[in-house]
């Protein structure tokens, strides 16, 4: 059984900055790439970045480009969304998510079929 469990979210003033991680287990972490979505109320689920099993070659939504980066430690089986220059419009629920598929890295949810709880995330201007 997969689980993934997310940490870091918190209120934060804009231009401010947070680290979610999100812990993995399961099966072997490393065989699989990640993504970080978020779902602000009354808004549609957004693809925030993906990362691929090596670290490299990461995938960001075009919303939080040069603000945001995602990373992974396999030793951890971990991976990190630093977010940084936050705005109000970053408000939202941050979920992890992993596929099914190993090397398959996604855009879109539905390409993912593990997900954590979410962890909540406040930027106040």
């Known amino acids: 059984q997969v689980q993934l469990v997310e940490s870091g979210g918190g209120l934060v003033q804009a231009g401010g900055s947070l680290r979610l991680s999100c812990v993995a287990s399961?099966?072997?972490?490393?065989?699989?790439?990640m993504g970080w979505f978020r779902q602000a109320p009354g808004k549609e689920r957004e693809f925030v970045s993906a990362i691929n099993v090596y670290g490299d070659s990461p995938v960001y939504g075009d919303s939080v480009k040069g603000r945001f980066t995602i990373s992974r430690d396999n030793a951890k089986n971990t991976v990190y969304l630093q977010m940084n220059s936050l705005k109000p419009e970053d408000t939202a629920v941050y979920y992890c998510?992993?596929?099914?598929?190993?090397?398959?890295?996604?855009?879109?949810?539905?390409?993912?079929?593990?997900w954590g709880q979410g962890t909540q995330v406040t930027v106040s201007t």
């Open positions: 399961g099966r072997t972490f490393s065989s699989y790439a």
């Open positions: 998510a992993a596929p099914d598929r190993r090397y398959y890295v996604g855009l879109r949810g539905d390409q993912y079929k593990y």
